[in-house]
Nanobody
Framework: VQLQASGGGLVQPGGSLRLSCAASGSIFSINIMGWYRQAPGKQRELVATITSTSITSYADSVKGRFTISRDNAKNTVYLQMNSLKPEDTAVYYC???????????????WGQGTQVTVSS
């Protein structure tokens, strides 16, 4: 299973970006998908998660500004980031909790990370 993230970049404060992460390979089902981020010198932080039935959760720091969504047919998760702040600057990592067959236990797979920089 591979996860390919895209959509990062440089944006001014108050701007928007949309991250995408597509899972591919031997996939039977995907339960939770989500995004973490890690800023320089800081621990990795959970940003948002979404279940297969589109139940979402967010870190307090991004509530009201970020929206997570997914397309189950495409095994893809999105993160719409609005009203970006300099403190949102980080490498963003996607993950997916995947079962590769009906009998195997689910495990987490990770994308390679995409840099988001919010600066004027």
């Amino acid at each position: 299973v591979q996860l390919q993230a895209s959509g990062g970049g440089l944006v001014q404060p108050g701007g928007s970006l949309r991250l995408s992460c597509a899972a591919s390979g031997s996939i039977f089902s995907i339960n939770i998908m989500g995004w973490y981020r890690q800023a320089p010198g800081k621990q990795r932080e959970l940003v948002a998660t979404i279940t297969s039935t589109s139940i979402t959760s967010y870190a307090d720091s991004v509530k009201g500004r970020f929206t997570i969504s997914r397309d189950n047919a495409k095994n893809t998760v999105y993160l719409q980031m609005n009203s970006l702040k300099p403190e949102d600057t980080a490498v963003y990592y996607c993950y997916a909790n995947v079962k590769i067959t009906i009998v195997t236990a689910p495990r987490n797979y990770w994308g390679q990370g995409t840099q988001v920089t919010v600066s004027s």
